[in-house]
């Protein structure tokens, strides 16, 4: 950097640093009573710590991410915050932290999004709040993205359990579903073939048989009725 003075980062100043900006290879005149500083122009990283928030449920869980910048317009850099670097860090940690508490973990069937389901359109919003925030300083936001997400391990073992919880529902939701349409089938194709002629308690016999058979967590013990459904 060569900028003709030092000053409050006030646009006018902006434009002068600017001015003096070398981005070009080759020999040049510099004026030995100007101040001359380097900004790395890099593509670099940054990965926040492993941060405990609540999320929108209450829940408290660890979180961390790496965003991929580098700096655009080095006077901006130089002139509008004390240390680019630091900043950055900050920033991006603030904005991890604010996306944790305006989203829940689990979604729970609801629609809504959720850090753990919709890992694409979080981490656009991610990157597209930490820009907003680095932009002042003339940083450009390449990549972000979650590193770590679950929930803290106070309730690890309890969130565990329930997400066991909800996919056992959700397997027997599926199962009885089949099993009902087993059974339809079963008594249309009986009736489409005139096999065999049942009344409605005979129906109700079959069908209450049938999803006994079809649902049941153990294998069945066959049972031979040597009797009749009436006797």
């Excluded at 965003?67 to 904005?95: C, H, K, L, S």
């Excluded at 753990?116 to 981490?123: A, V, Y």
């Excluded at 349409?181 to 209450?208: H, N, P, T, W």
Aim: charge should be neutral; include cysteine.
């Amino acid at each position: 950097m060569f900028p003709e003075r030092r000053g409050s980062c006030s646009s006018s100043v902006a434009t002068r640093a600017r001015s003096g900006t070398v981005r070009s290879a080759g020999l040049r005149w510099v004026n030995p009573f100007a101040e001359r500083r380097r900004v790395s122009t890099r593509i670099r990283n940054h990965e926040t710590a492993v941060a405990k928030v609540n999320d929108a449920d209450g829940n408290p869980i660890e979180i961390a991410a790496v965003v991929v910048w580098r700096v655009e317009d080095t006077a901006r850099a130089m002139y509008a915050v004390e240390d680019v670097v630091a900043f950055v860090g900050i920033q991006t940690e603030t904005a991890v932290r604010h996306l944790a508490t305006s989203y829940p973990y689990d979604a729970h069937g609801d629609g809504k999004p959720s850090l753990r389901q919709n890992t694409e359109e979080i981490t656009r919003k991610l990157t597209d709040e930490i820009q907003a925030r680095v932009s002042p300083a003339g940083v450009t936001v390449i990549e972000s993205r979650l590193t770590r997400l679950a929930f803290a391990p106070e309730i690890a073992q309890v969130m565990l359990r329930r997400q066991q919880a909800e996919a056992v529902v959700a397997a027997r939701q599926r199962i009885v579903d089949g099993a009902v349409g087993m059974v339809e089938q079963a008594l249309a194709r009986l009736e489409e073939r005139d096999f065999v002629e049942l009344d409605q308690e005979r129906k109700a016999a079959m069908v209450s048989n049938l999803l006994v058979v079809l649902c049941s967590d153990h294998g069945t013990q066959p049972v031979v009725n040597t009797g009749s459904l009436y006797h």
